[in-house]
C-alpha cells in the first residue's frame, strides 16, 4: 500500500473517536490510516494521538499511535449529546477525506457513523445521509450500497424506503445499473475476473410461475435474460428463503436483493459485528462500519471496533485490488 487509509471521525459525540482508537491499537502500523477529525475528540480513549501534517506521514507516525490530520471543530465532544456548532466540523471532515482520496493522498476512506438529524439541525445538511453526501462530492449520479463480510456480499436494489413502496419503485433500468455496478466493482475491487451474481425475486418463493406475483416475470426476468446475454454470469430470480445458506453461497460471488431487509437481514446474522459497508460506483474505494453512532454507549468504553477493523482491512484489500488492475 503507497498512501495510509484516510478515516473521518464521523459524529465526534458518538462511539468514532473510541473505536478508531481500539482500530489502532488492534492493527498498529501493519496496516496505516489517519483520523481527520479534531485531536481534542480523539484523545483519552487508549491510544496516544499524534498530529501529522500530511497524509502521508501517517505511514511512519501509525508505529507511535494513531495518526490525526487535524480538523477544525468549534466545541468540545460530549458522549452521547451532539452538539450543533460541531456539525459542520463532520460533514468538512467527509469532504476533506473525499478530496485527498481522489488526489491519491489516500488510497481509500473509511467513513466512521455520522448522525443525520445532527448535521440537519446544526448545518442544515440537506443529503439523506453519507453515500448520498459522497456521490455529490464525486459528481456521480449512481451508486450502490454493498454489505459485505466473509461469508457473504450482498446488494439491496432498494434501500431506505417503505416496503409498501418497493414495488413502484423498482424498475428495469434500476434493477439493471445494481446488477452492473456490482459486477463492475466485483472485477475492480475484489479482483475477481467472471463474477457470479445471484439475483433475489420480490415475492416470496420467486413468484412461483405467478402465482404469488408477476414482477419476477414481467421485469427481473427480461432484466437478467438481457444480461445474460450480454455474458454476464447472472442467476435467478431465486427464492430469497433458500439463497442464503451455507450451500447456495458456494454457487456465487455477490448477492442482489430487491429491498432493504431482504439483504441485511442474512449477513446480519452471519456475521452481526463484522459487517462492512462498501459504497459501489464511486470513484474511489468507500467503506464504513456497519452501525451507528451509538450514543447510548458512548464515552463508557464498551464500544466494539470488529466492524471498523474489518472496513479498513477491506478498504486495504480493495486498494490493492485496484491497484493490481492499474485503476
Not at 35 to 48: E, F, Q, T, Y
Not at 155 to 168: A, D, F, Q, R, W
Request: proline share 7%; charged share 20%; hydrophobic share 50%.
Amino acid at each position: 500500500m503507497t498512501a495510509p487509509i484516510a478515516m473521518s471521525v464521523g459524529e465526534p459525540a458518538g462511539i468514532g473517536p473510541e473505536i478508531a482508537a481500539k482500530a489502532w491499537l488492534h492493527l498498529g502500523a501493519r496496516l496505516p490510516f489517519f483520523v481527520i477529525g479534531d485531536p481534542r475528540h480523539l484523545a483519552g480513549h487508549g491510544a496516544r494521538v499524534i498530529e501529522i501534517a500530511a497524509p502521508a506521514d501517517a505511514m511512519t507516525a501509525s508505529v507511535r499511535g494513531l495518526p490525526v490530520l487535524a480538523q477544525d471543530f468549534a466545541a468540545p465532544a460530549r458522549p452521547g449529546q451532539p452538539a450543533p456548532e460541531n456539525a459542520q466540523g463532520v460533514i468538512d471532515a467527509i469532504a476533506r477525506g473525499v478530496d485527498l482520496v481522489m488526489r491519491g493522498q489516500a488510497s481509500a476512506l473509511c467513513t466512521a457513523p455520522i448522525h443525520k438529524k445532527a448535521l440537519k439541525d446544526g448545518a442544515g445538511f440537506p443529503y439523506p445521509g453519507h453515500t448520498e453526501y459522497l456521490a455529490a462530492l464525486a459528481g456521480v449520479d449512481r451508486v450502490v450500497m454493498m454489505l459485505a463480510c466473509a461469508a457473504l456480499r450482498v446488494v439491496p436494489t432498494t434501500i431506505h424506503v417503505p416496503l409498501s413502496e418497493v414495488p413502484g419503485l423498482l424498475n428495469a433500468r434500476l434493477i439493471r445499473d445494481t446488477i452492473r455496478i456490482t459486477d463492475q466493482a466485483l472485477r475492480l475491487d475484489f479482483g475477481i475476473e467472471s463474477p457470479r451474481i445471484a439475483v433475489a425475486g420480490l415475492n416470496p418463493h420467486a413468484g412461483e410461475g405467478g402465482a404469488m406475483g408477476h414482477e419476477e416475470i414481467d421485469l427481473i426476468i427480461p432484466v437478467l435474460e438481457g444480461l445474460r446475454a450480454e455474458g454476464m454470469a447472472v442467476t435467478g430470480p431465486h427464492s430469497a428463503d433458500t439463497m442464503f445458506h451455507a450451500g447456495a453461497r458456494q454457487h456465487y460471488d455477490a448477492a442482489v436483493a430487491m429491498y432493504h431487509d431482504q439483504a441485511l437481514i442474512p449477513i446480519k446474522t452471519l456475521d452481526f459485528a463484522g459487517g462492512v459497508n462498501v459504497t459501489l460506483g464511486l470513484p474511489f474505494i468507500r467503506t464504513s462500519p456497519d452501525h451507528g453512532t451509538a450514543f447510548d454507549i458512548a464515552g463508557r468504553g464498551i464500544a466494539d471496533a470488529t466492524s471498523l477493523i474489518a472496513a479498513l482491512e477491506m478498504a486495504e484489500r480493495m486498494a490493492r485490488a485496484r491497484s493490481i488492475a492499474g485503476a
